[in-house]
């Protein structure tokens, strides 16, 4: 089981903001990272730490935490962003484990 | 442009050991955490463990007792090994690079994996 908790499956209308939350003790202490994996794809890092994006994610990708929980925000989502994504933290024993949520399956209608 | 790739072998009979090794170009090997994560078929990720340049690993605990990640600076290569394997072993294995950013004041700790390789398939099968 996983110490981090997201939705299985969010669905977004074309150019309709969406946000994907991940749960999880640790997140009171650590920011989450965000990970976009297509099929048949390696992950690709979209957000971490405050609400950071790496050279060519586009600025419609923004993070928030609050309390237990992180969240990724989709602002006027695209075709292109269906996806699966992954939050991954620190585990919440304070050692240096990484954990990852379970996955959200994003589908653009 | 920093990027890894990632090698070994794809097939395994249950029992033996899994082995796949990792070679970062283009960037230092020091400073980083680097990981290995895998993710079975139509399932998530999980993340097997991690080593530094100087040879400290952490494990997932619920693999810890199978796992070992090993780093040959010279070659600025890291490897995994995972013993034991069994049909639930099959699953597409990555390597990534970690970074730690941690400030005391305000306190802060974010974690990230920026860079990752292509993954390869791993099948255990009798």
């Known amino acids: 089981s996983s110490e981090l908790t997201q939705d299985p499956a969010v669905s977004v209308a074309l150019g309709q903001t969406v946000r994907i939350t991940c749960q999880g003790d640790s997140l009171r202490s650590y920011y989450a990272s965000w990970y976009q994996q297509k099929p048949g794809q390696a992950p690709v890092l979209v957000i971490y730490?405050?609400?950071n994006r790496p050279s060519g994610i586009p600025d419609r990708f923004s993070g928030s935490s609050s309390g237990n929980t992180a969240s990724l925000t989709i602002t006027g989502a695209q075709a292109e962003d269906e996806a699966d994504y992954y939050c991954?933290?620190?585990?919440?024993?304070?050692?240096?484990?990484?954990?990852f949520g379970g996955g959200t399956k994003l589908t653009v209608l | 442009q920093v990027q890894l790739q990632q090698w070994g072998a794809g097939l395994l009979k249950p029992s033996e050991t899994l082995s796949l090794t990792c070679a970062v170009y283009g960037g230092s090997f020091s400073g980083y955490y680097w990981s290995w994560i895998r993710q079975p078929p139509g399932k998530g990720l999980e993340w097997i463990g991690e080593?530094?340049?100087?040879?400290?690993?952490n494990y997932n605990p619920s693999l810890k007792s199978r796992v070992t990640i090993s780093v040959d600076t010279s070659k600025n290569q890291f490897s995994l090994k995972l013993s034991s394997v069994t049909a639930a072993d099959t699953a597409v294995y990555y390597c990534a690079r970690g970074v730690v950013v941690v400030a005391a004041t305000p306190y802060y700790y974010y974690y990230y994996m920026d860079v990752w390789g292509k993954g390869t398939t791993v099948t255990v099968s009798s």
């Open positions: 730490g405050k609400n």
């Open positions: 080593i530094n340049h100087s040879g400290s690993t």
């Open positions: 991954n933290s620190r585990d919440s024993s304070g050692n240096h484990l990484r954990v």
